[in-house]
């Protein structure tokens, strides 16, 4: 089946910035997404991207899409601490079944 | 929030014992979806409804049913619970614009 990766976790120190990265095997994605989970809650949607986009920019967040390498990345500006979470990327094809793929999830931990 | 609730969000209950878990929304959507997270696994689909009376089984769905008989309620239930079902269960639904999901808050199911 479809795959989607990334690695399980990144540290980083508050005011710098903060990269998650995703591979995703599915080349019929149409939309991919990074969600958000805060401790002892459930995934927000975070913010998504068009397969036939390259980059997408919102306040602190931008997302860039290599469709050729099927990559995907999340660059966090100015990370706070309140940015301590897990990330989730995923990806949606098409094909009708409105089931995305999920990664398992990078827990992104923000030091003072 | 997309109105959903989960109930109820925290269970203790023994191996052996039937456990209903229900999830509630308030948008009249179509598509719900029931997820379970684990350390190291991610998110893994178990079932999905496309609407009232229309389900069908994700990845781990070994050890599950689900009924919809309503539109607002989706309700999972484990007909004889065992200590692997010791998870943290979501439901989500899907959104009408970009085939995101909307999730629910969780229920912490621990079986002895």
């Known amino acids: 089946g479809e795959d989607v990766e990334q690695s399980l976790f990144l540290s980083v120190r508050e005011g710098d910035s903060s990269v998650i990265n995703c591979t995703y095997t599915?080349?019929?994605?149409?939309?991919l997404y990074w969600y958000k989970q805060e401790p002892g809650a459930g995934l927000q949607l975070l913010t998504y991207?068009?397969?036939?986009?390259d980059m997408k920019q919102d306040q602190r967040l931008t997302v860039l899409l290599n469709k050729k390498d099927k990559h995907l990345s999340l660059r966090i500006a100015d990370t706070q601490t309140g940015d301590s979470a897990i990330y989730f990327c995923a990806e949606s094809s098409s094909g009708g079944s409105y089931i995305p793929t999920f990664g398992r999830g990078t827990s992104l931990i923000v030091h003072p | 929030d997309a109105g959903i609730t989960q109930s109820p969000r925290h269970k203790v209950t023994e191996t052996g014992t039937p456990v209903t878990l229900r999830c509630h929304q308030t948008e009249n959507h179509r598509y719900m979806y029931w997820y379970r997270q684990d350390p190291g696994h991610g998110l893994r689909l178990i079932h999905y409804s496309y609407g009232v009376k229309d389900t069908d089984k994700g990845e781990v769905s070994d050890g599950y049913s689900v009924s919809r008989s309503k539109t607002e309620d989706f309700l999972l239930t484990l007909e004889s619970a065992t200590s692997s079902q010791t998870s943290v269960y979501f439901c989500?639904?899907?959104?009408?614009?970009?085939?995101?999901?909307?999730f629910g808050p969780g229920t912490r199911l621990t079986v002895t």
């Open positions: 599915d080349s019929s994605s149409t939309y």
């Open positions: 989500a639904i899907r959104g009408q614009g970009i085939d995101e999901q909307y």
């Open positions: 991207i068009f397969s036939n986009m």
